[in-house]
């Protein structure tokens, strides 16, 4: 059974940086495509970025130029490099796969991201 462990949230300020880290077991790693998501208060969960096994970054448009999601596969880790951070990034992050893959593993218990000054 696939297990995400999703870490590095917290309280900051406008303008901040966070790194986020994802730890994916119970799978081959390196084979498999990975994306972050993030839920927002009453809102639905949507895909910011996804990379490919080889390393393909994509990024969605309102994180484009400030996030970086990168992974290392000797650790089963995927990452997420936030900077200039806005309000409007609060939410919870997680890590899955991404819309490309017909299924989705069980959700982790996710990470909290408060952007506020």
């Known amino acids: 059974q696939v297990q995400l462990v999703e870490s590095g949230g917290g309280l900051v300020q406008p303008g901040g940086s966070l790194r ?23 809102k639905q969960r949507e895909l910011v970025a996804d990379i490919t096994n080889g390393g393909s970054t994509n990024y969605k448009d309102p994180v484009k130029g400030r996030f970086t999601i990168s992974r290392d596969n000797a650790k089963n880790t995927v990452y997420l490099q936030m900077n200039s951070l806005k309000p409007e990034d609060t939410a919870v992050y997680y890590c899955n796969t991404p819309p490309s893959y017909n299924t989705r593993w069980s959700w982790g218990q996710g990470t909290q991201v408060t952007v506020s000054s």
């Open 20 to 42: 986020l880290s994802c730890v994916v077991s119970g799978t081959i790693f390196r084979l498999v495509d990975m994306g972050w998501y993030r839920q927002a208060p009453g």
